[in-house]
Structure formats: structure tokens, C-alpha cells
């Protein structure tokens, strides 16, 4: 039902009250809903330019809880569709369109609403983009400043949603226009806050713990022994000499040289599509589901791919980084993949024989002087030329097992 306060505004009529009223039903049930907030955004600014009060453009943007992205923009136009971009890092005074901006200007000042008439031409002076809405016929703009839960914490973390919308209406917003939108954001809003919490959690934990494992979690495996048998390539990766390097240098520079590490190689893995589950210190494990016998030898051959582009990413780098060396075991077989740990600590990774394997394999990489090293249940499956070495005894199997590495 319509606010009370907004029906008691001189000169509403019916047919507007059933329209915020329409606007409100729908709102609601778009946020209990699988709906991205962005087509929520598009739908919401269309439905107000169509049946309340004409509406030309509409911007709302967001701060992310995100290890790669800033924030989140989008913008809707009557004339131009939508647009959205996602900002990476960086400080807030490195765009000069954004300090330049009036949601910066509400932000620095902490000013949780701003309304400008864009009929007076000192006004147009005051933002760099209020031209641009000028030429576009806008006549008046106001933008709200939501923060999420306490004020004073919400503007020091930027947690909050902003919006703004612009109006080619003559004569600019009514009374009544300001009041149901003001009304109607309420609840945009609170579809912001539930939105912004499930994509923090959904984007920390493919951060922290891999996209199929946090898929995993958000599907409710959460208790301890939760999890599948399946079958994946292994894929285990260690830092050579490491040891030697934490104590040649200073820490700063060694966790620098760490992570040049680690990106060269993981992103050559993701990139193969590889997950990879956990950093082990100087190393890390990452799998390739296979889904069924057909898929082993797609996903043994995207293992060794990235094996070579992680190389040479590494090779590449203008720094230290790129006379690292390092040891890969590539192994194929049954994983549990699901939580382990303890009662109150838990972890989401894959366990079992298989797993084993390729860890002892990328042990022998280092007896053996080889950078990477398979099983035969890789080499069979891949049509290439292989070196093989003599049977290799490794810890907890009685018979030696068979070592290949790429010729």
C-alpha cells in the first residue's frame, strides 16, 4: 500500500497512487527474487519513466567487497539503454571525472541528498557532467546518499548505495515526484543492502576458497564430511629454494617475489580452466574435473598447457620472479572434494590416494631434475613424446610407479 505521506501530497490523483503503488509490488518481489540488482536498476528507472514522471537518465553505484573490483557502476538512459562497468582498485582521487562529480561532492561532504535545477544556468557550472545533462534536455536532478547500518562507519567504509536521477520534465520534479521516489528507493535500497551482502559472500568466499568449492558451500554443504567423490587431474606446484630466499631477504621484497609466483602459475591454471583450492605455503593445489572418462584427456592436456604458459609467464617478468624455479606433480584419479577440519575450523578441499600422488611426484621433480612430472595415468591418455624415467619408489606404495615428464 502507498505511503500515507505521499497520498496526502495536494494534486495526487488515483492513477499515480496505483502507479507507485504497482512500482512497490513489484519492487518487492523482484528482491526476493534471482534478479540481478542491475536489471532490477534498468526495470525500476523504466517503469518510472513510463508511469509516474518522465525520467531521462539514472545512475546507481555500489562499493564492492571484492579482492579485484572497487565498485560497481550502472547507468540507465531513456535514449542510450544501460551501462554497466565494474571498477578495479584503485584510489578514489585517480579518476578525475569522479572527484569532478556530484556524488563525490555528497560523498566528501557526507551530504545525503543533493537536488539541482538544471533550468539555472549558474547551476550547469557547478559539475563537469551537469553540461551533459543539460544538452540531453534534463531539468532538474537529485541524487540520495543511502548508508548501510551505522552513518559514521558506512561513509568510512563506503558502504551504502548511491543513486541519482534526471528529469526532462518541464518545470522539473513535483512534490509529489520527490516523495514517491524518495518512498519507492526505500525499498530499492534495502534490494541493494541484500544484494551487496550475497555478492560479498559469494565474491570472498570464490576468492578464499575457489569458485566450484565456494558453489559448493553456497549450496548448503557446510558440515564437516559434506562433500563428492569425483574423478580430476591433480595438479600440485612448489617453489624451489624458497627457504634459502625468506632468509636472504626481507620479507616485504619475499612476499612480492611470492606472488609474482603464485600469479604467473594460477592464473595460467584458471585460465585452463583449472580451480585452484588452496595456497600451501610456497605452493599450491589446484584440480581439473572429469566428469567421465571422455574428459581426461581435454583436462590432462589443459594441466600441462598451463604448466608451459605458467612457465613462461614467470620467465617473462622484467624482476627476480623469473629466474624462480619450481617443481609440478600431475596426477589423475579419486578425489573427496568437500569440507574437512575441525569441529569449529573447517576446510573446503579435496583429500584421498589420488591427491597423495601428486605430491609425491612433485617431491621427485627435485630428485629427478625435472620441472614437471606425470603419472601413466596422464601419459596414457595424451598422444605426445615422452622421457621416462625407471620405476620410482614413493612413501606408502610397496611397488614403484611409473614417471613421465614431457620430452
Known sequence: MINPTIAKIPGENADFDKAVDAIEWWLTTQALGNVSLTQIFTEFSRRIDQTLFPLIRSHVTMRQMHPFIDHTDHTWSRNEGELTSNSRPRSLTDDPN?????????????????????????????FPIFSDFEQIGGTDYIAFLTPFGSQETAIKTHDGVMSSWLTDKKGGFAERDIAALKHLLTLFDIAARVFKREQTLQDVLSAYLGPLA??????????????????AVIWICDLRGSSALADQMKMAAYLALLNQFFESM????????????KFMGDGFLA???????????????????????????????????????????????????????????????????????ASRLQDLTKTLDANLLVTSAIAEHLDRPWRRFAPQFVPGLKDPIDVFTPA
Not at 556530484?102 to 557550472?125: A, W
Not at 594460477?266 to 583450492?277: D, F, I, K, Q
Not at 584419479?333 to 569440507?339: K, L, R, S
Request: hydrophobic share 45%.
Open 98 to 126: 569522479w572527484v569532478r562529480s556530484p556524488l563525490y561532492y555528497m560523498l566528501e561532504n557526507i551530504i545525503l541528498e543533493y537536488r539541482c535545477d538544471m533550468r539555472r544556468p549558474e547551476n550547469i557550472k557547478k
Open 214 to 231: 565456494a558453489q559448493q558451500v553456497m549450496e548448503g554443504k557446510t558440515q564437516r564430511g559434506d562433500g563428492d567423490i569425483i574423478q
Open 266 to 277: 594460477s592464473e595460467a591454471v584458471m585460465a585452463e580452466g583449472g580451480e585452484v583450492l
Open 287 to 357: 584440480i581439473f574435473p572429469t566428469p567421465n572418462d571422455e574428459a581426461i584427456a581435454d583436462a590432462a592436456n589443459r594441466a600441462l598447457t598451463a604448466a608451459q604458459n605458467g612457465a613462461n609467464a614467470l620467465a617473462a617478468l622484467p624482476s627476480e620472479a623469473a629466474r624462480l624455479k619450481f617443481g609440478i606433480g600431475i596426477h589423475h584419479g579419486d578425489v573427496m572434494f568437500g569440507n574437512i577440519g575441525a569441529r569449529e575450523r573447517l576446510d573446503f578441499s579435496v583429500i584421498g590416494p589420488a591427491v597423495n600422488m
